[in-house]
């Protein structure tokens, strides 16, 4: 049995179990989830959504945002969430690439995205916060029961889109095999039951947020405390409700700084799981110093699903992200010639399971040269294994900055700052940032008379990037270092401004 819901509904326990409580203090039961599931299923049906058809959401977080996910598998479609800080024209190309049936968004964006709709051939509905909206009220006049769409294991369930190095966003099609495989395996693994409360403050439009936290949570008949947001002080409020939080590593780092958090803050608490990005050995021994807990740190993608974890039981060793999961083979081979390499050396890390996804929507010759012919996905990402078999993530083969656990790919945001007039040229690079982990940094080289400053960079950028993607600061230099080859030399120019985001005295 691999369908999600299928999945779902057979491990529900009694249906008055709360589900999902939200901080206006609403209470969704299972047996309400459900419902509303049924509801937001029958409203795709009435607007003509069949299986196979995507489903293209960007809308804030809300219990009837998890019940349009689970609606949408129920329908045999997929769900395609996009990060809400998308401006229309990165929206555009989404639209313009997955072709969904239908569009739903916040009632904020219903005119210039019901335009882009019209243009592409899209349906629109609207979904606000606080679970409002054309496709709730279309729900809502829709039955409590629906039958849900039969799935083979290997059928999308979703299409996640993830940046290339290439520029072009990619969409990672992802099976119900590829999601309950993944979430069963980490409830396992993370021992989550019944009992547990998870804190839920990540976004719900990627792996982390969705798959991880909310499928593991809903396959073991868990509660979730929604937040929208991280917010420290709210965190530490709900801890001794809670049994368990997941994170990425800035919520980390912003805990360790607050001074509420103490043992007897995170007494009731049994798991604390960081992920998306490398976490500071300093932030896991600061934490640990603080609350006697270890964070668990495990390691994924967005094509992945989740491959290594620490061990639940044993040691959590900081700087490491543990054992490849049950089920999933891990490697490490040269980065070149794609041979295995010597135990202890680094390498190209590559994986194999049925965690992996099913391959980039509409990009055949691309997922072929991701995989190799053995059916090993290539990561792009560096680790190396120790003689105990903790895999250890120590670079990335792909320009790639992770920023507060959000992907940039430099060569998007390069494009678009080489189009701003009186720029000649530029690099974007990531710097160690304290809160962000790195700090999206653009090198700019200006054309002969030009003369730009900061802000005129940033302004130029406002409405075609999102906010998370926009260079924190802008550096302007006579020419950008390169090799005799002629590419830029990305190295030379973290080494040079590695401290930029250094704390002022530190
Ligand atoms: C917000 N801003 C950011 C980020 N978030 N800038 C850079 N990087 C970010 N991540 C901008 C805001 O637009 C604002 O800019 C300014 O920074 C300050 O916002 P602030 O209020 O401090 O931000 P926040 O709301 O507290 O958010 C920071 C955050 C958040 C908590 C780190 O970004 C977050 O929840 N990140 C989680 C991302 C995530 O779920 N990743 C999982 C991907 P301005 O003032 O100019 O507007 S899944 C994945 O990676 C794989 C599969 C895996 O292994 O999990
Ligand atoms: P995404 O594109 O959002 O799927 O991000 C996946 C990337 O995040 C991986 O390829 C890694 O580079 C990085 N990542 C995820 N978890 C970790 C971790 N625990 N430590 C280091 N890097 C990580």
New binding site residues.
């Given amino acids: 049995m691999n369908h999600l819901y299928h999945l779902v509904r057979g491990r529900m326990p009694d249906l008055a179990k709360p589900a999902i409580e939200t901080p206006a203090g609403r209470v969704i039961s299972y047996g309400e989830l459900d419902a509303m599931a049924a509801r937001f299923a029958g409203a795709l049906v009435t607007r003509s959504v069949v299986p196979g058809d995507r489903v293209l959401v960007q809308v804030e977080k809300s219990a009837e945002a998890i019940a349009l996910y689970l609606a949408t598998v129920r329908a045999g479609a997929i769900f395609l969430p996009l990060n809400t800080?998308y401006t229309l024209s990165e929206v555009e190309y989404f639209v313009g690439d997955a072709e969904p049936k239908l569009i739903v968004c916040d009632p904020a964006r219903a005119e210039p995205v019901g335009l882009l709709a019209s243009r592409y051939g899209a349906e629109i509905e609207t979904l606000d916060e606080q679970g409002g909206g054309s496709l709730a009220e279309l729900a809502a006049q829709q039955p409590p029961l629906f039958a849900d769409v039969e799935r083979g294991p290997d059928d999308l369930a979703a299409i996640l889109y993830t940046s290339g190095t290439t520029g072009r966003s990619k969409g990672a099609m992802l099976s119900h095999d590829n999601l309950t495989s993944n979430a069963l395996a980490l409830a396992a693994l993370w021992r989550f039951g019944p009992d547990d409360v998870l804190i839920h403050?990540?976004?719900i439009?990627?792996?982390?947020?969705l798959?991880?936290a909310t499928n593991v949570s809903l396959l073991t008949a868990g509660t979730m405390l929604f937040l929208p947001?991280?917010?420290a002080d709210e965190i530490l409020r709900l801890m001794p409700r809670a049994t368990s939080m997941m994170?990425?590593p800035?919520?980390y780092v912003?805990l360790v700084e607050h001074a509420g958090l103490t043992r007897e803050a995170t007494e009731h608490m049994r798991l604390f799981v960081s992920?998306?990005?490398p976490l500071l050995a300093e932030t896991h021994r600061k934490f640990e110093a603080m609350t006697g807990h270890a964070i668990l740190e495990?390691?994924?993608?967005?094509e992945?699903?989740?491959n290594t974890s620490n061990p639940y039981d044993g040691d959590r060793i900081p700087g490491t992200v543990g054992f490849p999961l049950p089920g999933v083979e891990l490697r490490i081979v040269d980065q070149e010639s794609g041979a295995a390499v010597a135990a202890g050396t680094i390498g190209m890390i590559e994986v194999k399971g049925p965690n992996v996804f099913k391959g980039y929507w509409r990009m055949p010759d691309k997922t072929a040269e991701d995989f190799r012919p053995d059916g090993f996905f290539i990561t792009g990402d560096l680790g190396v294994i120790d003689a105990r078999g903790y895999v250890s993530i120590v670079g990335r083969g792909k320009d790639l900055v992770?920023?507060?656990?959000?992907?940039?790919y430099p060569k998007e945001v390069e494009d678009e700052i080489d189009q701003i007039p009186g720029v000649a040229e530029s690099a974007v690079i990531g710097l160690p940032h304290p809160?962000?982990g790195e700090?999206?940094t653009a090198v700019v080289v200006l054309a002969k008379g030009a003369s730009l400053d900061e802000a005129a960079i940033r302004d130029a950028l406002e409405g075609r990037l999102?906010?998370?993607?926009?260079p924190?600061r802008v550096i302007f230099v006579d020419a950008l270092p390169r090799n005799a080859m002629g590419k830029v030399q990305k190295k030379a120019l973290r080494d040079t401004y590695a401290s930029l985001y250094e704390p002022q005295g530190a």
């Fill in positions: 800080a403050a990540l976004p439009f990627h792996t982390h947020g798959f991880v947001k991280f917010d994170g990425v800035t919520f912003r992920g998306s990005a495990r390691y994924g993608m967005t992945t699903n989740m992770i920023s507060g656990g959000y992907n940039v809160d962000f700090g999206v999102a906010r998370f993607k926009q924190k």
